[in-house]
């Protein structure tokens, strides 16, 4: 496990990077120096964790298996990425908290979550799993001529932390199912997306950035803008200790700040959402989510995938 120390000199010397003007960089540094050392101290702890031991209640080992070291039970204690770490601020992450079917019968390995979709094809005619170049035939076969509904078997749910502005993107996709922390229950935590590269608009793309902005004024004014939200989270903490409500103290946070929700889908919207959203034209912080996700899933549905990414650039 790497020492928090070593992180946090790290982080620190991220957040020294920042180009200030000197007066208003001492005082930028003073406020934000203990909060980003204890911020990274944090991130030491949770990216670096001790190795994660199998869950005996998720993953219980089989009676009839004891010899056997793969216990037919898909394991997912590693199963996270973190993601938007261009930050001097807090990463975001994405973890695969459960999957269906989580339970992968002796002949199926070749499968994993894929054997799924062969069994509910396959039912058309009353048959099951055959050999693995059959079965790989098959799920290509059903990618190629969108034959969709088999992909609704596999279902997978995942536990997000992102900034609210990509949340508001992610939370257009309908065909799935949310449960989001709530601000009228819950203080909101002082977390916040800080980029430290930044874009102009671009010039092809309507919605998109285009080159990367290296003027040092511009990029100040940026930073400064950024660690405003820190100031308006100080505001909003006074608020609730002053007893204002948490549903109208929370109105004025930005939308930089983290909000965590569970999200749960199956592979047919999955992919759907992997199509539009790791597009080139999505922007970038929902698309290294998209992306995360994708690598997350590849190994549970190794056919599948690799049927996606051979037709993705010709579906609609
Ligand atoms: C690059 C990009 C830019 C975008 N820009 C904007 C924007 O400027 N403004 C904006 O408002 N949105 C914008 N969106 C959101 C977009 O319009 C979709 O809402 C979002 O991508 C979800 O896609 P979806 O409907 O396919 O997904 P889902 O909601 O998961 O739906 C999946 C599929 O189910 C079907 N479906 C679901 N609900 C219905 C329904 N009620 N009626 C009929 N069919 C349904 C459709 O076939 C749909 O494709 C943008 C999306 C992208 C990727």
């Not at 216990?71 to 930050?87: A, G, S």
């Not at 970038?284 to 995360?292: L, T």
Request: glycine content about 4%; some cysteine; hydrophobic content about 35%.
């Amino acid at each position: 496990m790497l020492k928090a120390s070593v992180i946090s000199r790290k982080f620190f010397r991220n957040a020294m990077t920042v180009s200030l003007p000197k007066a208003q960089l001492n005082d930028l540094v003073d406020n934000q120096f203990q909060k980003i050392l204890g911020e990274a101290d944090r991130l030491a702890a949770d990216l670096w964790p001790d190795p994660p031991k199998p869950n005996p209640i998720l993953n219980p080992k089989q009676e009839s298996d004891r010899v056997d070291p793969w216990d037919q039970l898909i394991h997912l204690v590693d199963k996270i990425k973190y993601v938007n770490t261009d930050t001097y601020g807090t990463p975001g992450f994405v973890r695969l908290v459960d999957c269906m079917p989580r339970y992968i019968p002796k002949d199926c390995t070749h499968l994993m979550c894929d054997h799924a979709i062969v069994q509910a094809a396959r039912v058309s005619f009353n048959e099951g799993i055959k050999t693995p170049e059959k079965d790989k035939n098959l799920i290509d076969f059903l990618i190629k001529h969108k034959h969709t509904s088999p992909f609704e078997m596999v279902k997978f749910k995942f536990h997000i932390k992102c900034p609210i502005f990509v949340q508001r993107q992610w939370i257009r996709h309908r065909t799935a199912n949310v449960n989001e922390i709530s601000g009228r229950y819950s203080v909101m935590k002082g977390e916040f997306y800080c980029p430290r590269t930044i874009y102009d608009q671009g010039k092809l793309n309507k919605q998109m950035s285009g080159n990367e902005i290296t003027d040092q004024e511009t990029k100040y004014l940026f930073e400064e803008y950024m660690s405003n939200s820190y100031k308006q989270y100080n505001v909003y903490n006074n608020l609730i200790k002053k007893g204002v409500s948490r549903e109208i103290a929370r109105i004025g946070l930005p939308q930089n700040m983290y909000t965590e929700f569970y999200w749960s889908t199956d592979l047919h919207n999955l992919l759907n959402f992997i199509r539009l959203r790791s597009a080139p034209n999505a922007q970038s912080e929902i698309k290294e989510y998209s992306d995360a996700m994708k690598e997350l899933i590849t190994d549970l549905c190794p056919n599948t995938i690799e049927a996606y990414d051979k037709y993705s650039h010709t579906s609609s």
